[in-house]
């Protein structure tokens, strides 16, 4: 099953505890502190919409890319619940996107560059981000870190649930990650409660690659980005050895 094709009936259950609202917190400081008043924003790999949704209430003009036809047949949903106009939902690849003008700030959450699993796919998708930002622009994203992959993805399995609303989700979640190729696999079995009370399972498996800082400078400087900071938090706190996401800001240099 491609990735996220059955993962997405359960995504937002498994991520009931992320605090979207902190990623947009965290987005609004790099724009202060950038100097700069994005209208348009694109929300790359924006999945089921939470943080597009999230950030159009804020009162930007929100365009989010995803290439899951599952995942973004909820975030459409998730729009018109909300009423939401001020969003488009494309679907597309990261790295062969095309917009239809510039934007003003481009924010991809989630690990979403970790997805990028070929070569040549991150400078693919820098370029691109950088021909569609406005000069001056910011990029935005947060990455999984090699500590992370290693120390606690590494071949180790664990139970995701929740018990929520829409009924109860266990998920088992079993890695597989080879240093020599920096690429680490998921393997995912789902069970989920459905409305009359009876659990059905699937499985599916997702690949993510690990990038060092130094990857990921060399891949935003070649791509015409500057000013490359990497936080470990949303509250912009210094990473140390055991941080386990990234989040990185570049400056669009043109
Ligand atoms: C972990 S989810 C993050 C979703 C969302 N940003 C969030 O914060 O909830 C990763 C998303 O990246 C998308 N994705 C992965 N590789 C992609 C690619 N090459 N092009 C477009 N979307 C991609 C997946 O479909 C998925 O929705």
């Not at 990623?23 to 100097?35: M, P, T």
């Not at 021909?131 to 500590?147: A, K, S």
């Not at 929740?162 to 079993?174: F, I, K, L, P, S």
Request: charged share 25%.
């Amino acid at each position: 099953m491609k990735a996220y094709e059955a993962l997405s009936r359960v995504y937002d259950r498994l991520n009931a505890d992320v605090d979207y609202e902190a990623f947009a917190d965290l987005y609004e400081a790099v724009f202060r502190q950038a100097g700069i008043a994005p209208e348009l924003v694109l929300d790359l790999g924006c999945g089921t919409g939470t943080l597009t949704l999230a950030l159009a209430k804020r009162g930007y003009d929100m365009i989010g890319v995803d290439g899951s036809a599952e995942m973004l047949s909820q975030a459409y949903q998730r729009k018109y619940e909300a009423g939401a106009d001020n969003l488009l939902f494309l679907q597309q690849d990261m790295c062969s996107f095309e917009l239809y003008g510039t934007v003003g700030a481009v924010v991809s959450s989630l690990d979403c560059v970790n997805y990028l699993t070929g070569d040549g796919d991150l400078g693919r998708c820098f370029a691109l981000v950088h021909n569609y930002l406005d000069p001056d622009g910011v990029f935005i994203f947060d990455v999984n870190t090699p500590y992370k992959f290693k120390h606690v993805y590494g071949d180790n399995a664990y139970i995701l649930e929740d018990e929520g609303e829409d009924g109860a989700c266990y998920c088992g979640w079993q890695n597989e990650y080879d240093e020599k190729t920096a690429l680490c696999s998921f393997y995912l079995s789902v069970f989920a409660e459905g409305e009359d009370g009876r659990y059905r399972r699937f499985d599916e498996e997702q690949t993510e690659r690990c990038y060092t800082a130094e990857e990921l400078t060399a891949a935003l400087m070649a791509a015409g980005f500057g000013d490359v900071h990497f936080y470990g938090s949303t509250t912009m706190d210094a990473p140390d050895e055991e941080t386990e996401r990234w989040f990185v800001t570049a400056r669009c240099k043109k």
